[in-house]
């Protein structure tokens, strides 16, 4: 018999619900009406209910205090909060603390009433002895065993049986998770299982906390015989979910799910499935992945991208930028092509800084902040005239005058003076020795500067461009875009 405890201050509502359903003939037991929160939670310590149906506004003790107190004490009965206002706040803070439903008084019907219990009642476990109990830690050690065993067999004396998972991973919370005590914890615990199953009101279901961030939710759909109703069922859940974690837990979560299936298939390959699908965020900015849309992720690092982690530091040694844009371009296609696990891309990206000898870097929240990360390896100032000895002695010394006075104004007549030329004539032999103009040169030596000291974070783009040689601010941005595609901010944030 499932007991049944009633709060309420106004006597003629205390009636009305007391008789408003024949307790008995439905298995329930009425233990206790209270009148005030106080009350409530003496008679909740005495006849320990397994539903509690409380008014929210009580005098001596409101309803959310009484919430507070009975989770704080470890009480796990199902709560229903009454109202007799549609106030958003006071349901976000009845589910925040552990309320399963809530509902306005002026609405209550025997159907309505009867229909709410028997959803609480759905939610509460009864053993063959007639003990009732619910998701304790015992049974999340039971099932956190059956996610990580392939070989482990599933007990439905409860008559569970588990035929999909999500796997709920949450990414943005009001208050960081890092800074809740295990107290708090437990008690979002509670309350995020509440609302999974009232997102899954449909199907049977048991939630399981995995680490900090990540939740399984387990779903038991025999009785539905088609594969195209099960999959509409999990994306109702899923979607429904979506919505009640951010509207009643104030959080953002991330859905994975399993396949489903005409067959029954181990519970921890429904959860591999699940965790699989929450890889696809790594490269497609959606909240909810599919099983049964969602490609398998590669579990290795592909061949393309460990032969640049083994090669970058001799493509950097000899300056060699193209192989470098090439290489990085052929490791990120790779790594999109299989969808390599996110976890792995980033462990390549810190081997490959370290095998470059660079500062490892923050790793990437998504596929697409990669591009344009293999500017960090282009530290090096690649010359366009590497090689000056095949030119005269008048045109070495005017690359040499260029290399030691860029970062000055110096101006092609400068120069001529200094190897004792005219500066048409300079011009004309320059070019056609080096297949380069003497601007164009100036130019690269500027550019090049400014990219080694864009790596310094606490130097001023303004200052990065006078100490390059570009007087003008907006002529050193016009001029740094041209030659490499982006701002001097845009190539900061790519290298730093």
Request: charged share 25%.
């Amino acid at each position: 018999m499932i007991k049944i405890l009633l709060a309420d201050d106004d006597f003629l509502v205390r009636t009305y619900l007391s008789q408003l359903i024949d307790w008995e003939r439905y298995g329930y037991s009425l233990v206790g009406v209270a009148r005030d929160g106080e009350e409530a939670l003496q008679m909740a310590d005495e006849y320990h209910p397994h539903i509690i149906v409380t008014d929210i506004s009580m005098p001596v003790l409101d309803g959310i205090s009484v919430i507070r107190l009975l989770r704080s004490r470890g009480n796990d009965a199902r709560i229903i909060a009454l109202s007799c206002h549609d106030d958003f706040e006071y349901v976000k803070e009845a589910m925040k603390l552990g309320a399963d439903e809530y509902v306005l008084k002026n609405l209550l019907t025997e159907k309505s009433f009867l229909e709410l219990l028997e959803q609480m009642k759905g939610k509460i476990r009864v053993s063959e002895e007639g003990s009732v109990f619910q998701n304790t830690e015992e049974e999340r050690d039971y099932y956190s065993r059956l996610l990580r065993d392939e070989n482990a067999e599933q007990n439905t004396k409860d008559g569970f049986h588990i035929s999909a998972a999500m796997a709920v991973r949450i990414v943005h919370a009001s208050e960081p998770f890092e800074a809740l005590d295990l107290e708090h914890r437990e008690k979002f615990d509670i309350s995020f299982a509440q609302v999974c199953c009232e997102s899954c009101k449909k199907l049977p279901v048991r939630c399981v906390p995995i680490r900090q961030t990540l939740y399984a939710v387990l779903l038991d759909l025999n009785g539905v015989v088609s594969i195209y109703e099960r999959q509409q069922l999990v994306q109702q859940s899923a979607s429904m979910l979506l919505r009640y974690c951010e509207r009643y837990l104030s959080v953002n979560v991330q859905i994975g799910t399993s396949k489903v299936y005409h067959l029954q298939i181990s519970p921890s390959r429904c959860w591999q499935e699940a965790v699989g699908c929450l890889n696809e965020r790594f490269y497609v900015n959606q909240t909810i992945f599919y099983g049964w849309q969602t490609a398998d992720c590669g579990k290795e690092i592909p061949p393309e991208a460990r032969m640049f982690c083994s090669n970058i530091a001799s493509y950097m040694e000899r300056k060699d930028s193209s192989a470098i844009h090439v290489g990085w371009s052929e490791a990120l296609d790779a790594f999109e092509r299989n969808h390599t696990e996110a976890r792995l891309v980033r462990e390549w990206l810190r081997q490959t800084d370290r095998s470059a000898g660079v500062e490892p870097r923050p790793v990437p929240e998504h596929f697409s902040d990669l591009e344009g990360m293999e500017l960090k390896y282009l530290i090096f100032q690649e010359d366009l005239l590497p090689d000056d000895q095949q030119y005269s002695d008048t045109v070495r010394s005017a690359v040499r005058y260029i290399r030691e006075n860029f970062q000055s104004r110096i101006s092609l007549n400068e120069v001529a003076d200094s190897v004792h030329l005219n500066a048409t004539y300079l011009s004309h032999i320059f070019h056609k020795e080096t297949g380069v103009t003497f601007s164009e040169y100036l130019m690269s030596c500027r550019v090049n500067k400014a990219k080694e000291l864009l790596l310094r974070a606490n130097l001023k783009v303004k200052a990065v461009g006078i100490q390059s040689g570009f007087g003008d601010h907006r002529n050193f941005i016009k001029m740094f875009k041209k030659a490499t595609g982006m701002t001097p901010q845009e190539y900061r944030k790519k290298t730093i």
